[in-house]
């Protein structure tokens, strides 16, 4: 059947890929590894049990998905408190908050509405690594000994535990943002009531859209994968600034007053130059992908601040981070990790970080992300080719012969799909001409190398 985690979590179409019956074997399995493994603090739980929290986004397929979770922890023994809707970073930050041994989100992030996806935290609120992973899949279906009578788990709802999650984000900067009118794009999802509240509280003016969620209508059309109703929002209202959040609010992305894009790596910079600033920039470094722009490497550089590269990924950002004691990294994306604050990208944490640099500073936005130059970046995805073959003699030196002459105000990166049979080209230049010409001419080669 192949690996049922991917980079994030089990996904795919609920009721069909996902299952309710799926839900509740992950959930068991997940209950018993853990626990096997000492994950699990008894002494937190009633009666030595141990205690999970569980949140979700607001796809219809997620009430019948939590049920089905909650039935199988509750009947493994779990005691599970329900946060209801709440963003994934929410749900990580409870984990710890409430001295929960485990953490679940129901959520397919950015995807549409007919998805969805189960994560598992552990204690702390961290993701799980590839080795628990691998062994709450080796144990599904499993023979066990089931709890009854006083041992089973119990269930109650903790919805008010939101405002807990608000408050800690509100306790994470100084200052407030009077003044400052910001128009939100919720994506129909998960921070659609928390994200505008945060905001609020924090003194700023806020208009929002996509904060209707009917189960069916997340990221349709809005969000951080769709921002032009933001930027025509923000424009046509005269707003300082518009953020829109994907579906389970895990990562951010930003407009200035004039409507441009503030994508993951500026918002990155923004801050990673302001904490420099402040000596606040742990070791002077910043962590992000292969994906991350050129131009923000060079910002940086000229900044003196270092940055380190990681795999595609914000779980790899994330064991980078831990590593080397780093607080700041993040993805192009919009998932941005400030590892004082919070275990896990946090759109609604990055967000009020920017914001707050933008009321601090009294700059616009467009002018503190000037700090950066983007550089052009083509990707093309070349399909139906043999993956296995990316490293192809002929491949590496067209790639090699392209990066010549480009110098230093270019690169080039071909990296095959994790999971389908495609092969990715990304060229950057200093001109979008250059930069289609070479990722074409490397495509072209792919397909005859790659087959």
């Not at 994950?39 to 986004?57: C, I, K, L, T």
């Not at 493994?76 to 809707?85: E, K, P, Q, Y």
């Not at 599904?140 to 800690?168: C, T």
């Not at 001109?431 to 001419?441: L, T, V």
Request: net charge negative; hydrophobic share 45%.
């Amino acid at each position: 059947m192949g690996r049922l985690f991917g980079t994030d979590g089990v996904r795919g179409v609920a009721g069909r890929d996902l299952t309710a019956e799926l839900a509740m074997d992950l959930s068991v399995a997940a209950a018993h590894a853990l626990g096997d493994a000492g994950a699990f603090n008894a002494s937190v739980g009633r009666r030595g049990r141990p205690v999970a929290v569980v949140g979700r986004d607001p796809r219809a397929s997620g009430e019948f998905l939590e049920a089905a979770v909650v039935a199988g922890l509750a009947s493994s023994g779990v005691d599970v408190l329900r946060l209801g809707v709440l963003p994934t970073p929410a749900v990580a930050y409870l984990t710890t908050a409430l001295g929960a041994d485990m953490g679940v989100m129901i959520s397919a992030s950015h995807n549409p509405a007919p998805d969805n996806g189960i994560k598992f935290l552990t204690r702390g609120g961290y993701k799980l690594p590839d080795a628990v992973e691998n062994e709450i899949e080796e144990r599904l279906g499993e023979k066990w000994d089931r709890p009854v009578g006083s041992d089973v788990g119990r269930v109650r709802e903790a919805y008010g535990e939101a405002d807990r999650y608000v408050s800690h984000l509100l306790s994470t900067v100084s200052g407030r943002l009077d003044g400052l009118n910001i128009v939100l794009d919720c994506a129909h999802g998960a921070a659609h009531m928390v994200a505008p509240e945060a905001l609020r509280r924090a003194g700023a003016t806020v208009e929002t859209i996509g904060t209707r969620p009917d189960g069916l209508n997340i990221n349709a059309g809005c969000g951080s994968t769709h921002l032009d109703k933001l930027q025509q929002v923000v424009v046509s209202r005269g707003a300082d600034v518009g953020i829109a959040y994907d579906g389970d609010a895990d990562r951010c992305l930003a407009v200035s007053h004039t409507g441009e894009v503030v994508d993951g790596d500026q918002i990155m910079a923004v801050l990673a130059t302001s904490m420099h600033a402040e000596g606040k920039l742990v070791g002077d470094t910043v962590v992000a992908t292969v994906m991350s722009n050129l131009g923000f490497k060079i910002a940086m550089r000229n900044a003196g601040i270092d940055v380190i590269e990681t795999a595609v990924g914000d779980r790899y950002v994330l064991e980078a981070m831990r590593a080397g004691g780093y607080n700041l990294g993040g993805e192009q994306s919009g998932h941005v990790l400030l590892l004082d604050h919070a275990t896990t990208g946090d759109g609604l944490l990055t967000s009020l970080h920017l914001l707050s640099v933008v009321a601090r500073t009294g700059r616009p936005l467009a002018e503190l992300a000037s700090v950066m130059t983007r550089l052009p970046q083509i990707l093309v995805n070349v399909k139906d080719v043999d993956r296995a073959k990316a490293s192809a003699p002929e491949l590496s030196a067209a790639a090699a012969a392209v990066e010549l002459e480009l110098g230093e105000n270019g690169r080039v990166l071909i990296r095959p799909s994790g999971t389908e049979p495609m092969i990715r080209v990304m060229v950057e230049a200093s001109s979008a001409e250059q930069a289609e010409r070479m990722a074409g001419h490397l495509a072209d080669v792919v397909r005859t190398a790659c087959v």
